[in-house]
């Protein structure tokens, strides 16, 4: 940081990005061929060059955000030029298709570093890239409050630090940090987060917006006394950053002794106003203390003046103690203000607000950070925060338009679907790797992925419209799409409950050793319930339902199905009549019985699906939504830790005793659950004592009602204030507003996109797993129907990753945060 060694103005630097170009109007960037451009690099000149390839289609649109980023580098010393790849020259960046699509960052002749170009998708992320690059010593990353604590801890007494936190990697507010640090690194140490919960820590309220902070660490002498803190309250442009920094450097304090009408300093060539305390030599002491701390409240805002009446050759009011100065050249104010939070508030009301708008002659266009939502920054933030992270790609097999068909027909597979350029795709894909780790010598399963923004016809082809998709192609089987949680162990059930379903049961010992769990013991993990269905011989129809039902869901539940002569012992043995449904729960260590006579398929799928939800469930921020499908009001029993024995027995009595069967009860622990303590305070002003046991009405009306605390948790009384609830005899202690929370835009309406997927795979017949009978992805027939598939034009999932405003529009939810409850 503070050595001089690194000199962005004597180190040569190249740049240097790969792709396939399409002829288009790129006139303004020289052009070189690539024998030539190699030739030209020189210590001390820094150098960006896009190799390109004739006659091939291309990213015109990532041209016109390059040529955009010509001026602004050729500012700091980096020229830019166009290199064209010619057969007859042998260049490693030239023709290899997985080179196509990176970016290459030279120092003369020595690579520095690649990048994946779907990471430069705008003027702003190519310039802030490359400098973050660049001043890699100057500018520390970090992730966590010790690790900034170690850096300020180490510049205490030596020097001060420019602290500031973006919500992603390539924004305009990252570029212009960057460009700050770019001038300033030399003097202050530049600390760099995109972790929101680092930045809330510190004491930040207001944490939607970046943010940065100066850190006063140079005059601090004790170790253990915390660097004082001043945070910009302007937004992150360049020039808001320039004069912040100049308002650091200039004195807190200043003592004058001359007209205030005469006086100038920095704050105002800075556009800011000046304040000056009037004093006398009776008060100066007092005066000179309240105008320091007054100095410290307004840095950044103002600049603070010390003015001596006895010294003054003009006279001002005598009952005046604060003059005020907006700007040169105006008249200034004469105040009585006895209050220091006075003075504060009539500097804060009194500054301008008109927004600077920055680099308006390069036209440079930045995504339009309002509709960025936060969860997708964050998943941004994780997928940058992981970027050095060396994933083990080998394990998947990556296919292209060749290989497709043939690896997925020659054995069974597991496809990814994912788009390079989208943060969510790229943090799901840790996850499939992580999964392939844990199957690695262990499954027969080949895992295959494949990148939409490279192979968009393909994607196409396999009526692929969102990312990611992970899809199951077995031979002879139409393809099932998985459809639950984006996480490792999720997916790792969809793979392992893969068998053929429904298992063909053959013997009454089978049977019993099915539902003990024997047969498929090594599968109990991932299927607590195993389901058995009983039929005679005769009944083809219920049969072939019961089929139906256990082929959708395949990857979800593990089915089996018996139909011999002696199938009455069964029956008899667990008091079912025939067709009926065996439930084998093997937490529990017991098998329930179900009628299944004149059940259709999508009934038996809804009994199947509903027998694998818990009767008293813990309450996550991943099974809510599978509970709110029940549009039930909610029976949550609140606690902060383990559920108290005495409750869980009089709930579980109710339930038992069918009480509560309009209800969902349900209970949530504060401890691994925290989102519990805000929905409480949307409940209650202050946070109520624990265990606290209400109801939520939230599909009709939104009221809210608490069980008396007053009361003891029994059967009797519990049972006793329902009825007074569903009889509207007890007052609701909040209603809840009628108006939904939406979305910025509606590709965020994630909890809408889920409960299509489930309404779509109920009518399917299908809770989880789709079964895709409408594409036959290894049918020529389907190649030609193109009136059964949304066809994109064969370029645009290519492009998109260049347009940041489009960036999380095709994205699906991680499903980590619901605020429905």
């Known amino acids: 940081m503070m050595s001089s060694s690194f000199n962005i103005f004597r180190v040569g630097i190249s740049f240097v990005m790969v792709c396939i170009f399409y002829k288009s109007s790129v006139d303004c960037l020289p052009e070189l061929s690539s024998q030539k451009y190699f030739s030209t690099l020189q210590s001390g ?153 680092l930045l809330g820590s510190i004491g930040t309220e207001d944490i939607e917006y970046a943010h940065l902070y100066f850190f006063h660490c140079k005059p601090v002498l004790d170790l253990t006394q915390q660097c004082r803190r001043t945070l910009m309250e302007q937004p992150l442009t360049t020039l808001n950053i320039y004069r912040f920094i100049k308002s650091m450097e200039a004195p807190l304090l200043t003592e004058v002794a001359e007209d205030p009408q005469q006086v100038s300093t920095v704050h105002l060539q800075l556009g800011l106003p000046l304040v000056f305390i009037v004093s006398q030599q009776a008060t100066y002491e007092a005066d000179r203390r309240t105008a320091e701390w007054i100095g410290w409240r307004l840095l950044g805002k103002a600049g603070v003046l010390l003015l001596l009446r006895d010294s003054l050759e003009v006279d001002i009011p005598q009952q005046a103690n604060v003059v005020f100065k907006r700007e040169e050249g105006m008249p200034v104010e004469y105040l009585v203000l006895h209050d220091i939070d006075l003075v504060i508030s009539h500097v804060e009301n009194n500054m301008y607000t008109e927004e600077v708008r920055e680099d308006e002659d390069d036209d440079i266009e930045g995504p339009d950070m309002d509709t960025l939502g936060i969860q997708d920054d964050e998943v941004a933030e994780t997928v940058y925060r992981d970027r050095k992270r060396q994933l083990p790609l080998e394990l998947t097999v990556e296919l292209t338009e060749e290989t497709f068909n043939a690896t997925v027909m020659a054995s069974d597979s597991i496809v990814l679907f994912y788009a390079g350029w989208q943060a969510v795709s790229m943090a799901f894909l840790q996850s499939y790797i992580d999964l392939a780790i844990k199957l690695k010598g262990t499954s027969t399963m080949l895992l295959a992925r494949i990148n939409c923004a490279d192979w968009s016809d393909v994607c196409t082809k396999q009526n692929v419209t969102e990312f990611p998709v992970v899809k199951m192609y077995k031979e002879g089987e139409n393809p099932v799409s998985y459809a639950g949680m984006l996480g490792t162990e999720d997916l790792l059930k969809f793979i392992q409950l893969r068998i053929s379903c429904p298992v063909n049961i053959t013997s009454v010992q089978e049977a019993e050793q099915y539902l003990s769990g024997e047969l498929y013991k090594d599968l109990i993990s991932y299927s607590s319930v195993s389901v058995l269905g009983l039929f005679s011989p005769t009944m083809t129809t219920a049969k072939e339902d019961f089929t139906e039902a256990g082929k959708y869901l395949k990857g979800c539940v593990i089915t089996g199905i018996y139909s011999e002569e002696d199938v009455l012992i069964l029956s008899n043995r667990y008091t079912a009549t025939l067709p009926a449904l065996l439930l084998a729960r093997h937490k529990e260590d017991k098998v329930e019985s179900l009628p299944l006579a004149n059940t259709h398929a999508q009934d038996i799928v809804q009994m199947i699906t509903n027998s694998l939800l818990e009767t008293f469930p813990e309450i996550t921020v991943e099974n809510l939504p599978t509970y709110l499908r029940l549009q039930k009001p909610l029976l949550v029993l609140f606690s902060d830790g383990s559920i108290n024995p005495q409750y869980k027995k009089a709930m579980l009595t109710l339930i038992k005793e069918k009480h509560v069967d309009s209800l969902t009860p349900c209970w949530l622990n504060l401890k691994t659950t925290p989102v519990g303590r805000g929905v409480l305070q949307t409940y209650f002003d202050v946070l109520p004592p624990l265990p606290l046991l209400v109801v939520v009405n939230l599909h009709s009306g939104g009221q809210v009602f608490a069980f008396p605390s007053d009361q003891a948790v029994t059967e009797q009384n519990l049972l006793l204030w329902l009825k007074k609830v569903e009889a509207g005899l007890e007052s609701p202690i909040t209603i809840l507003p009628a108006q939904e929370w939406k979305p910025p835009l509606p590709a965020y309406n994630f909890l809408r996109m889920m409960d299509a997927a489930a309404s779509q795979h109920s009518s399917r017949k299908g809770p989880e797993c789709v079964k895709e009978t409408d594409v036959q992805e290894n049918d020529k027939e389907q190649h030609e129907d193109k009136s059964a598939i949304k066809k994109e034009p064969t370029e645009t999932l290519r492009i998109k990753h260049w347009n940041r405003s489009n960036v999380f529009k095709a994205e699906k939810s991680f499903r980590h945060d619901n605020k429905e409850l």
């Open 45 to 197: 000149k820094a150098s960006l060059a896009y190799f390109c390839q004739a006659d091939s289609p291309s990213t015109s649109v990532f041209l016109e955000e390059l040529k955009k980023a010509v001026k602004p580098l050729q500012d700091y010393g980096i020229s830019v030029a166009k290199v064209n790849c010619v057969k007859e020259e042998a260049s490693r960046y030239c023709g290899k298709e997985k080179d196509l699509m990176k970016a290459y960052l030279f120092r003369g002749n020595i690579l520095l570093r690649e990048f994946p170009t779907d990471t430069l998708f705008d003027v702003n992320a190519i310039i802030a890239h490359v400098l973050f690059a660049l001043l890699f010593n100057e500018v520390k990353y970090v992730t966590t409050l010790e690790r900034l604590q170690n850096i300020e801890d180490s510049l205490k007494g030596k020097a001060n630090i420019a602290f500031a936190y973006v919500r992603a990697i390539g924004t305009p507010e990252h570029r212009a940090v960057m460009e700050a640090a770019f001038v300033y690194g030399t003097t202050y140490q530049f600390v760099l987060t995109t972790e929101i919960a």
